[in-house]
């Protein structure tokens, strides 16, 4: 546990909710919370976890900072401007963790995060220097043509849908910023990129990501499945 004494988090939460039908997924409640403040408030929790950045878009950046100041969020050492894509917004939060050693990554609009959640991805990071979180896929998935033809249909065995958490050292990541070539979906796709192994780790169905109002919706039953009223 020694090399993880400097743990910082990337709660990333700039994206536009273009599928919430204008609902701001990052403000909007849970539970009479901010979906926002239930994902930091598991991290500030967490004693693992030494600082926290949030990066927002522009609209949420001065709602962030004066969240952190109501929720009292005393690990969160910075609120910045995130990017146009994911990947612009994480890397402007790995410029405020230079000195840690291990970075955990989260999207902002998974708020069913749990410290057993972060707590196993970096006990599972300490193999190759990182990992997912992930699930097996329930769904058979088909590859299609242009024109919506079937062309495959993929062994459900050998497929695993990512979710975040995802750990990693902070050299590792840091080199697959500075080398990152095109846009990927998630972090773990640029240390992939460099040859690094990533190693994944059981997730939870419950760790949606809210994209739509639906979602937002199982957010709340699953919440009080949970943790109750």
């Known amino acids: 546990m020694e090399s993880k004494l400097r743990v910082g988090a990337i709660i990333v939460a700039a994206g536009l909710s273009q599928r919430m039908g204008g609902v ?6 849970l539970e009479g919370k901010p979906v926002l403040a239930r994902v930091v408030d598991t991290f500030q929790e967490c004693s693992l976890i030494s600082r926290i950045v949030i990066v927002l878009g522009e609209p949420n950046l001065e709602r962030g ?10 690990k969160v050492t910075e609120v910045c401007l995130g990017g146009r894509r994911r990947q612009d917004s994480v890397a402007a939060g790995l410029s405020w963790l230079k000195d840690c050693n291990w ?5 902002g609009a998974r708020p069913l995060i749990t410290n057993d959640l972060i707590s196993r991805g970096l006990t599972e990071a300490e193999e190759t220097g990182a990992a997912a979180a992930a699930v097996p896929v329930t769904d058979t998935i088909k590859v299609t043509t242009g024109d919506m033809l079937v062309k495959d249909t993929l062994s459900r ?12 050292r902070f050299d590792i990541i840091a080199e697959a910023y500075q080398r990152a070539k095109g846009e990927v979906t998630d972090d773990a796709s640029l240390v ?9 780790y059981m997730g939870s169905y419950d ?15 699953l919440w009080q499945k949970k943790y109750g009223k």
């Not at 900072?65 to 005393?74: H, I």
């Not at 992939?192 to 994944?200: A, S, T």
């Open 24 to 29: 701001d997924k990052t403000v909007a409640l």
């Open 65 to 74: 900072k004066q969240l952190a100041v109501d929720y009292g969020w005393s």
């Open 103 to 107: 970075v955990v990554i989260h999207d």
């Open 157 to 168: 065995g050998d497929l695993w849908a990512v979710q975040t958490p995802q750990v990693f």
């Open 192 to 200: 992939e990129q460099l040859g690094y192994r990533v190693k994944l």
């Open 207 to 221: 760790n949606i990501k809210i994209t739509t109002p639906d979602n937002l919706a199982l957010a709340e039953v």
